[in-house]
Every structure is written in structure tokens, then in C-alpha cells.
T-cell receptor, first 114, second 114 residues
């Protein structure tokens, strides 16, 4: 069963537009962790952020911001004033259960056009 | 800084052939993982290890074997390759088992089975 759903398969924007990536997760655990990873065209996976289930504060890091809402089981990611270098596949992931293994969503491909 | 290194980066196999992917990390991490990435499916966990000499099954373990004889190395073996195993394989390591622990990924190994 898919624990992490990224409903948007692809998003295409023009540079300087904002883009929001949706992530919805499923869990029965009270303690869990959420992550976002970026995979640029070069292929490597780059860690962006982690959030534990007890911390619902939104976070901003430069042009990136994250909105964690337990009430809707969502952990959305916004890129403000997008740039061409933001073009990548973005993965949301959930860590839960006995071993806290990481489960990834299917990913959202973001294309930023100049 | 090497981080996580995977070899080989590319390989083409014929159905029924065997091969081993090697993952090496120099960060003294206890935990190591093998994922496969397929279009539209995100990353799926094949096997993982919580320490030297231990291995455990992930989400899609069938057709693969692993070994962790040394803390820094995690080997993924395909005894009899099948076309369904055509994929990009990622090795990762972490200091903590999932919870809150950032995964550090290798650059990926692209395997094609004809």
C-alpha cells in the first residue's frame, strides 16, 4: 500500500513563478518523520529537509518552504521565485514503523523554463 | 569527500547472468540500504542492514541477495538476472535508522537486463 502519495506527476513553470508540490502520507503511528529529497538531472539524491511528527512548525530555507499539517496528513513543499536550477524530480518520504524504514512517494518532476 | 560510492555505474546483462553491485561508505554509518528506482514508482527498498553481519528484507527483496561482511561495504547480488530487474539502483547509508536520520545516497548504478 502506498504510504506516500505525490499526486502531481509533472509540473512545468516559467522562471520566477512559485511552485507547490503536494505530499500526502498515511500512517497510524504517532511518531514518524517526513523528508523531502531532490534528484537533479545528474541523478544523485540530495536531502532537503526532515520533519518529525511532533513539530508542525512551517519552515523556510531561502526560496524553499514547507507546510506540515497533521490534520490533513500533508507535507507540502513550495519553491518561491523558481529558477532553472530547480528543475529536478522531488521526492517526499515517510519514516515510520518498527525499523523506521523510509518509504518514498513516486516523485514530482519539476521543469522550470527560462 | 567520497561519501557513498557505488560500482559499477553502468552494466548490461543477459537474462540469467549474475552480478554484484558494490556499495562503500566512508562515514562510519551503521545503517545501509539498497533501493531501486523505476519510472513512476519512486524508490523502493530492496534490502537493508542495521550493522555489520546483519541484513533484512525491504519492500521488494525477491531476486536479490545482500551481504554486509564489513561495516563500510554493502553488496547487492543478482543470482539470475531478469528483464524486470532493469532499473537504477541506489545505495544509501545513515547514522540513524530512518527516524530523523538523513540518508546519504550514492550516484546510482544503471542496470539493463536484456
Amino acid at each position: 500500500a502506498q504510504k506516500v502519495t505525490q499526486a502531481q506527476t509533472e509540473i512545468s513553470v516559467v522562471e520566477k513563478e512559485d511552485v507547490t508540490l503536494d505530499c500526502v502520507y498515511e500512517t497510524r503511528d504517532t511518531t514518524y518523520y517526513l523528508f523531502w529529497y531532490k534528484q537533479p538531472p545528474s541523478g544523485e539524491l540530495v536531502f532537503l529537509i526532515r520533519r518529525n511528527s511532533f513539530d508542525e512548525q512551517n519552515e523556510i530555507s531561502g526560496r524553499y518552504s514547507w507546510n506540515f499539517q497533521k490534520s490533513t496528513s500533508s507535507f507540502n513543499f513550495t519553491i518561491t521565485a523558481s529558477q532553472v536550477v530547480d528543475s529536478a524530480v522531488y521526492f517526499c518520504a515517510l519514516s515510520q514503523g518498527v525499523d523506521y524504514k523510509l518509504s518514498f512517494g513516486a516523485g514530482t518532476t519539476v521543469t522550470v523554463r527560462a | 569527500n567520497a561519501g557513498v560510492t557505488q560500482t559499477p555505474k553502468f552494466r548490461v546483462l543477459k537474462t540469467g547472468q549474475s552480478m554484484t553491485l558494490l556499495c562503500a561508505q566512508d562515514m562510519n554509518h551503521e545503517y545501509m540500504y539498497w533501493y531501486r528506482q523505476d519510472p513512476g514508482m519512486g524508490l523502493r527498498l530492496i534490502h537493508y542492514s542495521v550493522g555489520e553481519g546483519t541484513t533484512a528484507k525491504g519492500e521488494v527483496p525477491d531476486g536479490y541477495n545482500v551481504s554486509r561482511l564489513k561495516k563500510q561495504n554493502f553488496l547487492l547480488g543478482l543470482e539470475s538476472a531478469a528483464p524486470s530487474q532493469t532499473s537504477v539502483y541506489f545505495c544509501a547509508s545513515s547514522l540513524q535508522l530512518g527516524q530523523g536520520g538523513e540518508l546519504f545516497f550514492g550516484e546510482g548504478s544503471r542496470l539493463t537486463v536484456l
